[in-house]
T-cell receptor, first 118, second 113 residues
């Protein structure tokens, strides 16, 4: 089935360790996004990528890094520089709005990874 | 991307229509209005989108004002399973425009018996 997969669903790490969250999609989408969600809050954009080998910082990029070496994969690394890494992380993908006019550019979301740093 | 403003929370009785408002007064001519919802601890789910005409699908209806500065998502017969956080966002159309796809805090809809 086509879709977007995040793994693992739950992740525990010790403070000071880097951790990488996986996001894979088989929808042939160029654009991919990473969000962070804290309890009772909305989604905040960390990084986004419109095409392979290119990505831009979102609103809260500090302490995070990404790579986009393949179209289907957009891994997020939470580094030790991130002050409050415990959160729910969501990945999404979509057609690039830049590609077409008047098409539905809805974003498809994964089921999220809940990261707890102790 | 244009900013959106939504009420923090709303209640609706099961079986009644839920009308969720959204203000997007700085929307530009090349931006669509999109609605998503997020059920607890899951990824957001697309509901509907529109540019300037009213839209309807199997999930909901979207009413956009003539000046496009606000819109209303209508769930015609709300059920308990519609309890979720509803996000209204604006997203550019067309070529040459990169999009951050920014979400706000949304409206928490509670459907009650």
């Amino acid at each position: 089935d086509g879709g977007i997969t995040q793994s693992p669903k739950y992740l525990f790490r010790k403070e000071g360790q880097n951790v990488t969250l996986s996001c894979e999609q088989n929808l042939n989408h160029d654009a991919m996004y990473w969000y962070r969600q804290d309890p009772g809050q909305g989604l905040r954009l960390i990084y986004y990528s419109q095409i392979v080998n290119d990505f831009q910082k979102g609103d809260i990029a500090e302490g995070y890094s990404v790579s986009r070496e393949k179209k289907e994969s957009f891994p997020l690394t939470v580094t030790s520089a991130q002050k409050n890494p415990t959160a729910f992380y969501l990945c999404a993908s979509s057609i690039r709005p830049a590609e077409v006019n008047d098409m539905n550019t809805e974003a498809f979301f994964g089921q999220g990874t809940r990261l707890t740093v102790v | 991307d244009a900013k959106t403003t939504q009420p923090t929370s709303m209640d609706c009785a099961e079986g009644r229509a839920a009308n969720l408002p959204c203000n997007h007064s700085t929307i530009s001519g090349n931006e669509y209005v999109y609605w998503y919802r997020q059920i607890h601890s899951q990824g957001p789910q697309y509901i509907i989108h529109g540019l300037k005409n009213n839209e309807t699908n199997e999930m909901a209806s979207l009413i956009i004002t003539e000046d496009r500065k606000s819109s209303t998502l209508i769930l015609p017969h709300a059920t308990l399973r519609d309890t979720a956080v509803y996000y209204c966002i604006v997203r550019p159309r067309g070529t040459g425009t990169a999009s951050k796809l920014t979400f706000g805090t949304g409206t928490r809809l509670q459907v009650t018996l």
